[in-house]
């Protein structure tokens, strides 16, 4: 079974540029969340979607972050314009079951952006 | 609200002896606990979770974890640790109440084994 996908794997901006990162998920999974990982912390969610549609988007700064998922598969995530504290790792990661809380999430390998 | 804490940044052990990466949990409703480990450069791996049911939940790699109701803990556990064990491993907590559908991480916890 092939895992998360994520790209590109690493990125590099300079502050105000935009940026854009893509993820595939696992196959049939329905539910879809963005992390963002700042060095020395845990994984913060940004945005849940259950199929297409946004279930938790609480902690996403919306004035310059944005995110989709059209048809329900891929997602891509936008920063524009981009901050020197955006400079992380964003996961990727995804579950089988739509929402439950005792649904297991299956990580990609990340997107480590820096913005000088 | 929910929250998770890792009181060690970092745990340091003999490969051989058994390990202990500790986790408090505070939540809501019933609380739903997973650790995941990091290795560098790549993203988080499932080990276990704790759902309901016995409070010793085997997992990945001959980890386990103990879940203690009364104190609000999760440890990971290991009876005999690998150089290989060596990673970042993170707790994780959902609960059914209000707060269900985010997950919340600890800081993690770094964990060395010397050979």
């Known amino acids: 079974e092939a895992g998360v996908a994520q790209s590109p794997r690493y990125k590099i901006i300079e502050k105000r540029q935009s940026v854009a990162f893509w993820c595939n998920p696992i196959?049939?999974?329905?539910?879809l969340y963005w992390y963002q990982q700042i060095l020395g912390q845990g994984p913060k969610l940004l945005i849940q979607f259950k199929n297409n549609g946004v279930v938790d988007d609480s902690q996403l700064p919306k004035d310059r972050f944005s995110a989709e998922r059209l048809k329900g598969v891929d997602s891509t995530l936008k920063i524009q314009p981009a901050k020197l504290e955006d400079s992380a790792v964003y996961l990727c990661a995804s579950s089988l079951v739509a929402g439950a809380s005792t649904d297991t999430q299956y990580f990609g390998p990340g997107t480590r952006l820096t913005v000088l | 609200a929910q929250s998770v804490a890792q009181p060690e940044d970092q745990v340091n052990v003999a490969e051989g002896n058994p390990l202990t990466v500790k986790c408090t949990y505070s939540?809501?409703?019933?609380?739903?606990l997973f650790w995941y480990v990091q290795y560098p450069n790549r993203g988080l791996q499932f080990l276990l979770k704790?759902?309901?049911?016995?409070?010793l939940v085997k997992g990945s790699y001959g980890f386990e974890a103990e879940f203690n109701k009364s104190q609000t803990s999760f440890h990971l556990k290991k009876p005999s640790a690998l150089v290989s064990d060596s990673a970042l491993y993170f707790c994780a907590v959902r609960d059914d109440g209000a707060g269900g559908f985010k997950t919340i991480f600890g800081a993690g916890t770094r964990l060395f084994v010397k050979a």
């Open positions: 939540v809501s409703g019933n609380p739903y």
């Open positions: 196959s049939g999974h329905a539910t």
């Open positions: 704790y759902i309901t049911g016995d409070n």
